[in-house]
């Protein structure tokens, strides 16, 4: 009985808890930011090189898979012009050139870390007659932005305005807005996050009709079926969690929310599991070590890490 109470006790706590918003633009537009603290999936599948890079069927380099998979879909067509926000480390971008430059016309690299823009300036010399780097805020550019046949934001979109603590009897106007016009779906009872910038970024893309892949971690992962082992403690149906980091806290991504969206602009999605999009491995190893937790030698704990990591994630294109 006195569980039940302290329980009811604890839900009204959270329930009553104000609404704020979390942001961490001051975040990136200051400091020194080191993505080793992170852990980005397109960091760990850099290069070739990577001791990650034992997981996959057929090792290659993230920026070269996402190339691929936007190449297979028609997306990126020849003498194409893309545009990455949040480039990170430039990894990705370094990626798909080497294995897709030829079919690349002009790149833009727009980013709020003017940190982060030099070193993509150092990792991208090689292709510089192709690159513009922007420092600014997507939130304000992508409205202005034309002429782009492709957008790719790879773990960025968790980074956006999320609004916490929200309740359907306490819903900020701008989420009342986005909820009524999509019919987005929100938890009846309790408190929940809602992913305010993810969803009008990809609003805004959808509007103008340019092309968007998407890369984050989700609050809706998609588990493939050969490998639902994956699947354990994991709520694939969830509304987003925060992810806190160092001097920061990033969202998980409510997926079906930004497909809705899509779907509302009459736009085609395509998307999955980032499990699939790498081709993880589906061996029996991979299951016992996720299984039993196994981390005695350095090649499990590099796996036991990725696969922890990698079934949260999700990828769309918007086409
Ligand atoms: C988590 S890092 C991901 C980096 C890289 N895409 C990757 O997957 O490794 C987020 C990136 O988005 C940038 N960023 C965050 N908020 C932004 C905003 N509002 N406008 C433009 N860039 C932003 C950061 O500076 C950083 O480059």
């Not at 080497?98 to 300036?121: P, T």
């Not at 085609?268 to 993880?280: E, F």
Request: charged share 25%.
């Amino acid at each position: 009985m006195i569980h039940l109470v302290l329980y009811r006790f604890v839900q009204i706590y959270y329930e009553k808890q104000m609404v704020t918003i979390n942001r961490t633009r001051k975040y990136h537009r200051n400091e020194p930011i080191d993505l080793m603290t992170e852990y980005t999936i397109c960091e760990s599948l850099a290069s070739v090189d990577s001791p990650y890079m034992i997981v996959l069927d057929n090792p290659r380099p993230y920026g070269a898979i996402v190339g691929d998979i936007l190449k297979s879909y028609g997306i990126l067509t020849q003498k194409c012009t893309m545009c990455e926000v949040g480039g990170g480390y430039g990894s990705l971008m370094r990626g798909l050139l080497e294995a897709h430059a030829s079919s690349v016309n002009h790149v833009c690299m727009i980013d709020l870390s003017r940190f982060l823009l030099e070193r993509q300036k150092r990792v991208l010399t090689q292709w510089s007659h192709l690159m513009t780097f922007v420092h600014a805020d997507a939130m304000e550019l992508i409205p202005a932005i034309s002429h782009v046949d492709v957008i790719i934001l790879n773990e960025i979109i968790g980074d956006l305005d999320t609004w916490e603590h929200v309740t359907v009897t306490d819903m900020p106007e701008e989420v009342v807005r986005f909820v009524d016009r999509y019919g987005l779906e929100v938890p009846r009872q309790g408190a929940f996050n809602f992913n305010a910038g993810a969803v009008a970024l990809i609003e805004d893309i959808c509007g103008k009709g340019i092309p968007v892949f998407v890369a984050e971690h989700a609050s809706d992962p998609v588990i493939p079926p050969d490998m639902a082992y994956l699947g354990r403690d994991l709520d694939t149906d969830g509304f987003p969690r925060e992810i806190r980091l160092r001097g920061h806290s990033e969202y998980t991504i409510r997926f079906s929310h930004l497909i809705r969206i899509a779907d509302f602009w009459g736009r085609t999605v395509i998307g999955g599991s980032l499990i699939d999009l790498v081709a993880v491995k589906k061996s029996q190893k991979m299951r016992f070590i996720f299984i039993s937790r196994a981390s005695a030698t350095a090649e499990q704990e590099i796996i036991l890490e990725f696969l922890d990591h990698i079934r949260e994630y999700r990828w769309l294109a918007i086409v």
